[in-house]
T-cell receptor, first 111, second 114 residues
Framework: EDQVTQSPEALRLQEGESSSLNCSYT??????LFWYRQDPGKGPEFLFT???AGEEKEKERLKATLTKKESFLHITAPKPEDSATYLC????????????FGQGTTLQVKP | EAQVTQNPRYLITVTGKKLTVTCSQN?????MSWYRQDPGLGLRQIYY???????DKGDVPEGYKVSRKEKRNFPLILESPSPNQTSLYFC?????????????FGPGTRLTVT
């Protein structure tokens, strides 16, 4: 069964304190791994797509990496505006186009 | 601007009163999908559409209907809403339904059924 697990559930950082979010996945044949940012009451905002182990993508203070079993979202020198819930998803192995989402990591960055 | 739009954004209704939530995308995407998001349950797929006139059930389709008569539009219909359909709903679209492409989400519709 396709499954995505994110850790930690919640993370509190001081501004400038770098850290990483983890996404472990189980899927039959990875079609794509996706990272999203979601602010309260809003739609998930697409950040990155990763396809193969060893791949990395960067955007401002965020860098996503991928191995055969997990992905990491590294946040370097975060700012309060980086506070949000970060969602990881994989393309499901059935022919539905469905994304299988993790429960998310809620990040709070304090000034 | 490339986007997915939904209307209404907020809706309070009563049990049994039919309603439609509209969804439209301007990216010429083939694939569209509806999700609901509930605390502790995450995002769950309701219905999806691989292309015009091609729709199918997701994980939680009971109580919902959809149609895809045009490529850009994918309305969600609740024929007889019940309180357990109170939720935050998102429409999403993607280049294709292979699971290999990112999905772009709308801003959400917060539905309350009393």
């Amino acid at each position: 069964e396709d499954q995505v697990t994110q850790s930690p559930e919640a993370l509190r950082l001081q501004e400038g304190e770098s850290s990483s979010l983890n996404c472990s996945y189980t899927v039959s044949g990875l079609r794509g791994l996706f990272w999203y940012r979601q602010d309260p009451g809003k739609g998930p905002e697409f950040l990155f797509t990763l396809y193969s182990a060893g791949e990395e993508k960067e955007k401002e203070r965020l860098k996503a990496t991928l191995t055969k079993k997990e992905s990491f979202l590294h946040i370097t020198a975060p700012k309060p505006e980086d506070s949000a819930t970060y969602l990881c998803a994989v393309g499901g192995s059935g022919n539905t186009g469905k994304l299988i989402f993790g429960q998310g990591t809620t990040l709070q960055v304090k000034p | 601007e490339a986007q997915v739009t939904q209307n209404p954004r907020y809706l309070i209704t009563v049990t049994g009163k039919k309603l439609t939530v509209t969804c439209s995308q301007n990216m010429n995407h083939e694939y569209m999908s509806w999700y609901r998001q509930d605390p502790g349950l995450g995002l769950r797929q309701i219905y999806y559409s691989m292309n015009v006139e091609v729709t199918d059930k997701g994980d939680v389709p009971e109580g919902y209907k959809v149609s895809r008569k045009e490529k850009r539009n994918f309305p969600l219909i609740l024929e007889s809403p019940s309180p357990n359909q109170t939720s935050l709903y998102f429409c999403a679209s993607s280049r294709s339904g292979t699971g290999s492409y990112e999905q772009y989400f709308g801003p959400g519709t917060r539905l309350t059924v009393t």
